[in-house]
């Protein structure tokens, strides 16, 4: 480990939706040794359909992060985000999903499916999610009204006071808990706060082996709020609510970006009720480490670059690393 040329750090990576699969694609460029812990509360779209009529898993954003783990050339992953277009009881799916639903039922589980289809892809690295339970998230509103299933909370307009899982708690996919226990360093997000990032948290053990385990644990902040979920949060609001359902403080870095939202983008996002998020903690936050980097992607969308977003995250390993050795 006293070679900074040819080591490769183990990254545990938790999120869901596109975010996780966009931090993926950067990561792999640096290690092999990556797990991607995934969502597995998705209800909408041909994951929501696959769920209801078959029930399985919901398989989008797992095929999102084997394709993103994969040859960026590699056939098999563009067919993997291939979408049928016309009208018919295929329309709306895509040919990932329906293989993850063969797989997973020759295989005999969704967790073997996956790993069988990231053999077909030839990943850097493993996916899991993060139960094998059928989960649904409920969250309570400042209102005190109670929204059931990722969708409609993700479409929310009121604040969101809490997050809660049923059943509760699911436990664990195999593999879970172990592969966080032996990270060298741990990446929440990007991606929707509730949906995506805290709903993991809330898995029996997940919190807690993060709690565990003295490697980085490492935030990374949204660009912009989300219209319903996060309208109106600031970067302690995001924090705050992360630390909030994961038992208390466990968060060491914060990287947010830096560079500049240009003027007729901001204005875009803005009439979809998104607007960039405050970088501004309150003193006990102000503990944590905020790495202020550009990781933006470009000046059309206000959405993190793979590659810079990677770069950030390794050199703060690499710098913490060379502090400890």
């Known amino acids: 480990m006293s070679d900074n040329t040819h080591f490769e750090p183990h990254i545990v990576a938790l999120g869901g939706g596109t975010g996780l699969s966009n931090l993926l694609r950067g990561l792999k460029r640096y290690t092999s040794r990556i797990t991607a812990i995934v969502a597995v509360t998705d209800d909408g779209g041909s994951s929501g359909t696959l769920r209801r ?57 969704f ?40 969708s409609n909370i993700s479409r929310s307009d009121k604040r969101i006071t809490s997050l809660h899982i049923h059943p509760f708690p699911p436990p664990a ?71 909030k359902h994961a038992g ?7 990287i947010i970006n830096s560079a500049p939202i240009p003027a007729a983008v901001a204005r875009r996002y803005a009439r979809k009720d998104s607007y960039p998020v405050a970088a501004g903690l309150d003193e006990r936050l102000r503990k944590l480490s905020v790495i202020k980097a550009d990781v933006i992607s470009n000046y059309e969308y206000a959405r993190h670059d793979s590659d810079k977003l990677a770069s950030a995250i390794f050199r703060l390993i690499n710098r913490r690393r060379s502090v400890v050795l």
């Open 53 to 109: 009529e078959l029930g399985i898993l919901p398989p989008g954003d797992i095929r999102n992060c084997l394709v993103a783990l994969s040859e960026e050339e590699n056939l098999m992953a563009q067919l993997f985000q291939y979408r049928f277009p016309y009208a018919g009881s295929l329309s709306g799916h895509s040919f990932g999903n329906l293989f993850l639903t063969a797989m997973s039922a020759l295989a005999g589980g």
């Open 111 to 150: 967790d073997t499916g996956i790993a069988r289809a990231g053999e077909v892809l030839a990943i850097r690295g493993r996916v899991l999610p993060v139960t094998l339970r059928s989960v649904t998230l409920r969250a309570k509103l400042a209102n005190g009204r109670i929204v059931r299933g990722e």
């Open 173 to 243: 996919a195999p593999q879970v808990l172990e592969a966080i226990a032996n990270a060298d360093a741990i990446v929440l997000g990007p991606g929707s706060l509730y949906t995506s990032i805290i709903s993991n948290l809330l898995v029996e053990g997940v919190a807690e082996a993060m709690n565990n385990n003295k490697a980085p644990k490492i935030y990374v902040g949204n660009i912009m709020t989300q219209p319903g979920e996060t309208s109106n949060y600031s970067l302690h609001d995001h924090v705050r609510a992360i630390e």
């Open 248 to 254: 208390g403080r466990f968060l060491d870095h914060v």
